[in-house]
């Protein structure tokens, strides 16, 4: 079939919500805005640098391509409406691999309410998707990474170092639990944290995704303060523990560095009477928030030896 009609079978697959007034199928899109302010952010999958068909199906890849995008939205306290999609790919790809994915992109947008409102297609040598997201905070004001201070408590919502070690799994060829290698392929980020996290005053927030110890990072540059983490708070979770005894890796190099869980990270202020406004059972406290010091992130009081995460000029990512 030609590109049109490939268009065609793709935006069947994509309902629209009500905030959509013109879908796919026209120059652009137009929403209807809730609120006066729009939140925007992108993110791309390349394959051999982020994923290989042998390890993730098309429909994986739209939902690990929709939640890597909707986890942004959701660290700013926000709720995303909208999602431009671009894909690129080798000629003679099958029409059924672009449904796929255009599905898994659906399923996952459906979790909070977005629609999949354009995007465009092209012919290239690997297989790219580069989604771009938008959303709202509802009236409010976004919670960003430069608003933790001193004597916040530092909590965290979602779970560390699954699909690390998931990936690590498959890099080895190694037997672990599916529901990691699952964590890999198609991340559950803690959708309903971010909102809530806003509502209850965070004063900072980001999307775990390049490792907690990179984004505590990213969070300690952006306020000039120290969070220093609890390791005992920290403990990683049985499946993580049994997959690293398997695969001979530390579980906590795992929780602290693993990357693409997509957990958010948040501060809230503490009250005189000493108690912090923190969203429980979603939110766990982890740590605490001290003035600038000479590291920008703790664990037990002492710096993390080595690298806190992902860095994508640093090593080939997934290829």
């Known amino acids: ?23 796919p199928g026209d120059d652009a899109a ?5 609120h006066g302010s729009v939140l925007a952010s992108t993110d791309i ?27 942004d939205i959701t660290a700013m306290g926000g709720t995303a409406c909208a999602l431009l999609v ?3 790919a080798p000629r003679g790809t099958h029409s059924s691999w672009f449904t796929e994915l255009a599905r898994g992109l659906r399923d996952e947008c459906d979790l909070v309410g977005a629609s999949v ?10 297989l790219v998707v580069s989604v771009t997201v938008l959303g709202d905070c509802a009236g409010g004001a976004p919670v960003t990474r430069a608003g933790a201070r001193p004597g916040d408590v530092v909590a965290l919502a979602g779970r560390l170092g699954w699909s690390a070690t998931g990936l690590a799994a498959l890099q ?13 392929r198609s991340p559950q980020p803690p959708y309903p944290a971010g909102p809530l996290g806003r509502a209850a005053g965070a004063t900072a927030m980001i999307d775990v995704s390049d490792g907690l110890l990179a984004d505590a990072a990213h969070i300690a540059d952006a306020s000039a303060v120290t969070l220093a983490l609890d390791a005992a708070a920290l403990q990683p979770d049985a499946p993580v523990v049994a997959a690293c005894d398997v695969l001979g890796l530390d579980p906590m190099a795992a929780v602290l560095t693993g990357g693409e869980d997509h957990a958010i990270l ?10 912090a406004a923190v969203p ?27 690298p806190g995460g992902h860095d994508h000029f640093a090593e080939v990512h997934h290829g």
């Open 30 to 34: 137009e929403l209807v805005l809730r």
């Open 172 to 184: 080895r060829g190694a037997t672990v639990d599916a529901p990691l290698l699952e964590a890999y």
């Open 86 to 88: 671009a894909v690129a």
């Open 266 to 275: 948040a501060t809230f202020p503490v009250a005189a009477d000493g108690t």
């Open 45 to 71: 999958l390349v394959e051999g640098v982020h994923f290989r068909q042998d390890w993730t199906t098309p429909y994986d890849l739209g939902r690990r391509a929709a939640a890597q995008n909707l986890a």
């Open 117 to 126: 409102i354009g995007g465009d297609l092209s012919a290239g040598p690997a």
């Open 280 to 306: 429980s059972p979603l939110f766990r406290v982890i740590g605490r928030v001290l003035a600038r010091g000479e590291h920008g992130v703790l664990v037990d009081g002492a710096p993390h030896a080595g």
């Open 1 to 23: 079939m030609d590109e049109f009609e490939l268009i065609d079978r793709i935006t069947r697959q994509l309902a629209q919500h009500a905030d959509v007034r013109i879908g």
